[in-house]
């Protein structure tokens, strides 16, 4: 089975060499390309899987190559994992965010709507060459921000395309964690949101909710990652254990003043570490695999790092640093390869799933996956205040897409100013003139 990785070059790709290198059923992925349109970080990472593979009978074989035509045809799964503008764009969208007082982070907000502006062409440009090139294959988005970009790329592959993140995975480990749940896998984690926008409601364990014991407890809330950024108060008064990137919605101006006091934002920090890896990594004498697993330590520790000052939250568990999305991706390929039917929380297309948004949506829910794809599963009503943040941010994506193919600078604007992050039309407008001047792939906005 081959797996061709878009993003080949980029620096979470190890992860996922690392989960099929331990995946030793039939149906296996044997072959794997990337892509990647820089012949450097290419290079770089391919030295990093072949020093992975070195211990390994079997273990798939690599390729590499920066045209995206030859790496698409005869693929059965592709794994997209772009990033457009690379970190030097996603520092630019902190700064010139944070400049005007708003956040800036990769998919949330200010950030997220420059991001996807940059990104939905080019993944829309994707997905018509992999209909054509590959029209059996299935599509695993995990580009940012994931549930707009999975629907972009659905206008043209359907339900072919389905959007994955690891956030709504350690969320659930957490909580079953912290419950003493032994197999967390059994547990059923009633999930509902958008990406980066979503609640888990309930966890169930041989049919009982046990999330009620975990919010009548302040002590056992508080002793997790979502109780100590959040406060145990918060969580009981929602009733809800919230995504931890709402902590931009519910805590922004405290997140806001962390990030213009940081030294370096988030981005920028990511593009000097980065830069410092790769560059080190060209030396043919020095231990691709070790560099990179030094890097991914630091990279790991430091997430969300102004987030957890903010909130007095300290250092991550140490359970927390494993990372996630790469064992998502393969259970996913299996259970659709190999019809091992399992549920997973995806980003798909909403179709009767939530009453409050259309058809088309893409969602963030536990679906039941087989042979067939994903199946989204049938949930509860989501709360008012739920609701009202769901739909506002689903209509700022609309007008996203809309303004990525229409190329209106106006629908562009409208965009940034119906944020409930963004308070002003003007500080809309700013900041439309700000990113345009920083990013030359967005000259198409007139």
């Not at 296996?28 to 593979?53: C, M, Y």
């Not at 018509?128 to 988005?141: F, G, Q, S, T």
């Not at 958008?194 to 888990?200: C, F, K, T």
């Not at 430091?302 to 494993?322: F, I, P, V």
């Given at each position: 089975m081959r797996l061709t990785i878009l993003g080949g070059g980029g620096f979470r790709v190890p992860l996922v060499y690392g989960a099929l290198?331990?995946?030793?059923?039939?149906?296996?992925?044997?072959?794997?390309?990337?892509?990647?349109?820089?012949?450097?970080?290419?290079?770089?990472?391919?030295?990093?899987?072949?020093?992975?593979?070195?211990?390994?009978?079997d273990a798939p074989a690599v390729t590499a190559t920066t045209d995206l035509d030859e790496a698409l045809r005869g693929a059965d799964f592709v794994f997209s994992a772009i990033r457009v503008g690379g970190l030097e764009g996603r520092a630019n969208d902190e700064r010139v965010a944070l400049a005007e007082g708003v956040l800036g982070q990769e998919t949330v907000g200010a950030g997220g709507i420059a991001y996807g502006l940059r990104t939905v062409p080019v993944a829309v440009d994707i997905a018509?060459?992999?209909?054509?090139?590959?029209?059996?294959?299935?599509?695993?988005?995990f580009t940012?921000?994931?549930?707009?970009?999975?629907?972009?790329?659905?206008?043209?592959?359907?339900?072919?395309?389905?959007?994955?993140?690891?956030?709504?995975?350690?969320?659930?480990?957490?909580?079953?964690?912290?419950?003493?749940?032994?197999?967390?896998?059994?547990?059923?984690?009633?999930?509902?949101?958008?990406?980066?926008?979503?609640?888990?409601?309930?966890?169930?364990?041989?049919?009982?909710?046990?999330?009620?014991?975990?919010?009548?407890?302040?002590a056992l809330l508080s002793s997790f990652e979502e109780g100590k950024l959040f406060g145990a108060d918060w969580l009981r008064a929602l009733g809800a254990i919230p995504?931890?990137?709402?902590?931009?919605?519910?805590?922004?101006?405290e997140t806001v003043l962390a990030y213009q006091r940081a030294e370096r934002t988030r981005g920028a920090f990511l593009r000097d570490q980065q830069a410092q890896f790769y560059d080190g990594v060209a030396d043919p004498q020095a231990g691709a695999l070790?560099?990179?697993?030094?890097?991914?330590?630091?990279?790991?520790?430091?997430?969300?790092?102004?987030?957890?000052?903010?909130?007095?939250?300290?250092?991550?568990?140490?359970?927390?640093?494993?990372?996630?999305?790469?064992?998502?991706?393969?259970?996913?390929?299996?259970?659709?390869?190999?019809?091992?039917r399992t549920t997973l929380i995806l980003n798909v297309r909403n179709r009767h799933t939530l009453s409050v948004l259309d058809a088309d949506a893409v969602i963030e829910v536990p679906c039941l996956v087989d042979a067939n794809g994903a199946h989204p599963v049938a949930v509860d009503p989501?709360?008012?205040?739920?609701?009202?943040?769901?739909?506002?941010?689903?209509?700022?994506?609309?007008?996203?897409?809309?303004?990525?193919?229409?190329?209106?600078?106006?629908?562009?604007?409208?965009?940034?100013?119906?944020?409930?992050?963004?308070?002003?039309?003007?500080?809309?407008?700013?900041?439309?003139?700000g990113y345009t001047a920083v990013h030359p792939s967005l000259a198409y906005l007139v």
């Open positions: 290198l331990a995946d030793r059923g039939e149906g296996r992925v044997t072959e794997v390309v990337l892509h990647d349109l820089d012949a450097g970080r290419l290079s770089a990472i391919t030295r990093v899987l072949a020093e992975q593979a070195a211990p390994v009978t018509r060459r992999a209909a054509r090139l590959a029209p059996d294959a299935w599509v695993i988005n940012n921000p994931a549930g707009l970009v999975t629907e972009a790329m659905s206008r043209h592959l359907g339900d072919r395309v389905i959007g994955i993140c690891d956030s709504p995975v350690g969320l659930g480990r957490r909580i079953a964690r912290v419950l003493g749940v032994q197999n967390p896998a059994e547990a059923w984690i009633d999930y509902v949101g958008l990406n980066h926008l979503g609640w888990v409601r309930g966890l169930r364990v041989a049919g009982r909710d046990e999330l009620p014991r975990l919010l009548a407890d302040p995504n931890e990137y709402l902590h931009y919605y519910y805590f922004n101006r070790a560099a990179w697993e030094r890097t991914r330590a630091e990279r790991e520790a430091t997430y969300m790092s102004e987030n957890r000052e903010t909130a007095g939250a300290g250092e991550r568990e140490a359970d927390d640093l494993s990372g996630g999305y790469e064992k998502v991706a393969l259970a996913l390929m299996r259970a659709i390869a190999r019809d091992e989501l709360p008012g205040h739920a609701t009202g943040l769901v739909c506002s941010v689903k209509a700022v994506e609309r007008e996203v897409l809309a303004a990525a193919e229409s190329g209106s600078r106006a629908t562009a604007v409208k965009a940034f100013a119906l944020h409930p992050l963004v308070d002003s039309v003007n500080v809309a407008r700013r900041l439309v003139e």
